[in-house]
């Protein structure tokens, strides 16, 4: 019998523990499980930083960890196209510079510090566009213009090697192919024309080896989506293989031989669909977009993409995801729906874990300024309701676990000082607050607790209290950008973390402080400035949803979808909320897994809606090795 080694010169290496990384299909045998075992290529889509606006039709740039997404058009219909900036880093986004001319539907090519974008279209006014634009890392320059006005125009290359296809100006669509060579666009001879009429398709390449693929054949009528792909040789079009699933304004990624086509527009819904491309054949993925959009912006390679934003069937997004192949099972952080409670209500209590959660007290509809004493119980698949507190409230605060849990303050009809602990069965009272406060916040356990910020009825406070299960101490006095009333928190007694809210005198606030069990420290600020509520840890924290400042990137205020993570240095942005829900709070102030999982409940829906009933669970994303198991034969 031949050997492995016989064969390819290596033994097989024992090893006790699967390796935490290598090259796919290395052999090894694993001592403990008695098995031969071989890494696997894995194929998946995971969730990324959300960007500050949702738009459609951006241009974009650069690859997974290092691209940036200009322009767009945004949501509702009629409203004037972005010329915002946002780049992101492989976890979150940050605003930069500004475009010159705003618009969507334009060509990009280039890298996140050396970037171009081309064509478009401004509505309602000035309509197509010419405009070229090139970016420096900070911000952009108006160059020289296209010879031709283009919109939904294809692009790929460098900053100073570039060429845009296809597109629509205000006439039929254009078959010429220009070149950029950094300085100025040529239309190139008769030759290069693109032998079909495209637009909204997708692109991929370099000035010499490219391909557009997808979108729709303005010939048609009405003009459909088509599955057609044109490689690019440096000097002249061939049609290619076609892609297997017919789609327009689909992203794309890659190079003319290792090529990603992921979403779009089908002659009805979006697709979710990802097709990769070996410069001949397309082939059908494993993996799908975890949500069917359409109008994305892709960027990246084929073997680790970007999509960016676009249009879902129900509304414009914000939303990132990332692509992977490789030996690597990447599960993405998602949200998924948890029970629906008994008593509809905001500004509630809350402590616990993902599955076995506490909720008490709140606003409900009908509350009257006076809130409720209502209590319920989650076990990771329902609410039940359970003995009341001795005293009703909202806008309180709550700590430690299901079964042992300590409420503060809170308001009815005025600013409170209560302090109740529960047992699991019933809520008893003990040593009041030393002065009232409302819209509070807490975090640690029942017997080693800190309580912090609030309103005492006249002022603000930024200051907070130790609680050790029967006395209060001080607990010092935090940064003075600090929120007061709203904020989130996460953490324990000597490792805490305080984040958002609202400061005095001012607006929401981003300020993030910790504290280490006698002083308060500024750290990092959060992505959004907002009141919203907190769990985790002190290097382990999640901050979702609440209500949202406007700015220059989401002009309406109102309730947030978004959700940050922070790792103890920085936040990022993580996978949305199904639904926005402002004054929610959130259980699991002493999870095994802190920051990587999570449960909101309640809150305001929005302004017209009023309060919400449902909840949600969140777990955040894994990225493990992957083995498949051999036989020994």
């Known amino acids: 019998m031949t050997t492995y080694k016989e064969i390819f010169g290596k033994q097989v290496k024992n090893l006790s523990s699967d390796p935490a990384n290598d090259a796919e299909g290395q052999i090894w045998f694993n001592t403990t499980s008695g098995t031969f075992k071989s890494l696997v290529q894995i194929k998946a889509w995971s969730s990324g930083g959300n960007m500050a606006l949702a738009r459609r039709e951006s241009g974009a740039a650069g690859t997974q960890t290092a691209s940036v997404v200009f322009g767009g058009g945004l949501a509702p219909s009629g409203n004037p196209d972005s010329n915002a900036t946002e780049e992101y880093n492989g976890a979150t986004y940050t605003t930069s510079g500004n475009l010159n001319a705003a618009r969507e539907g334009m060509g990009a090519a280039g890298t996140q510090t050396a970037a171009l974008g081309f064509g478009g279209a401004t509505y309602p006014s000035p309509g197509v566009r010419n405009v070229t634009e090139g970016y420096n890392g900070s911000t952009w320059t108006s160059l020289n213009n296209l010879n031709a006005n283009r919109s939904y125009v294809a692009g790929f290359g460098t900053q100073t090697a570039a060429l845009a296809v296809g597109g629509a100006p205000d006439s039929p669509v254009n078959l010429q192919t220009e070149s950029w060579d950094g300085t100025n666009w040529t239309n190139l001879s008769s030759p290069s024309n693109v032998p079909v009429g495209m637009l909204t398709g997708a692109s991929a390449g370099t000035q010499t080896a490219g391909l557009i693929f997808g979108g729709a054949n303005v010939n048609d009528s009405p003009p459909g989506a088509q599955s057609t792909t044109i490689d690019w040789n440096g000097s002249a079009w061939t049609a290619g293989n076609n892609m297997n699933t017919a789609r327009r304004r689909l992203g794309g990624a890659g190079t003319s031989t290792a090529a990603l086509g992921f979403g779009g527009y089908l002659p009805s819904p979006y697709s979710a669909a990802t097709e990769e491309y070996d410069g001949s054949t397309w082939t059908t993925s494993s993996a799908s977009l975890p949500t069917a959009t359409g109008m994305m912006h892709g960027s990246g390679s084929m073997n680790a993409a ?15 995801y990332e692509y992977n192949s490789n030996i690597n099972a990447i599960t993405q952080a998602v949200w998924s729906s948890g029970g629906v409670v008994n008593t509809v209500g905001d500004v509630t209590g809350g402590a616990g874990t993902l599955n076995a959660g506490l909720k008490f007290g709140g606003y409900p509809p009908s509350g009257g300024g006076t809130g409720t004493t209502a209590t319920e119980e989650y076990n990771g698949s329902s609410w039940t309701s359970v003995n009341n507190m001795n005293t009703a409230g909202y806008g309180l605060t709550g700590t430690g676990l299901q079964t042992a849990a300590v409420r503060f303050g809170g308001y009815s009809g005025g600013a409170l000082n209560n302090a109740e602990e529960y047992d699991g069965t019933n809520w008893t009272a003990v040593t009041v607050v030393p002065t009232v ?4 916040t807490s975090f640690g356990v029942q017997t080693a607790a800190v309580l912090a910020g609030g309103y005492n009825g006249t002022a ?9 299960g029967t006395n ?14 709203y904020s989130g928190s996460a953490g324990t007694q000597t490792a805490g973390l305080y984040f958002g809210g609202y400061i005095p005198g001012s607006a929401l606030g981003v300020t993030t402080a910790s504290y280490n069990g006698s002083s308060w420290s500024a750290e990092n600020n959060m992505l959004i400035s907002r009141y919203t509520s907190g769990s985790g840890t002190q290097t382990a924290a999640l901050a979702p949803g609440g209500y949202q400042n406007p700015n220059s990137l989401n002009p309406t205020a109102g309730n947030s979808l978004a959700c940050e993570q922070y790792d103890g240095t920085n936040w990022s942005n993580t996978c949305n909320n199904n639904i926005t829900r402002g004054y929610q709070i959130s259980s699991n102030r002493a999870s095994n897994a802190p920051g990587t999982t999570g449960l909101v409940f309640g809150g305001s829906n929005s302004p017209s809606s009023g309060n919400t009933n449902t909840s949600e669970e969140f777990t955040g994303g894994t990225e493990v090795v992957t083995a498949s198991t051999l036989t020994t034969s």
């Open 306 to 320: 970007l999509s960016s934003g676009g249009r879902t069937s129900t509304a414009f997004t914000g939303a990132t």
């Open 437 to 440: 406060r409302e819209s509070l």
């Open 460 to 468: 603000w406070l930024q200051t907070a209290l130790e609680y050790d």
């Open 472 to 485: 209060y101490s001080s607990g010092g006095t935090m940064p003075s950008t600090t929120g007061a009333q």
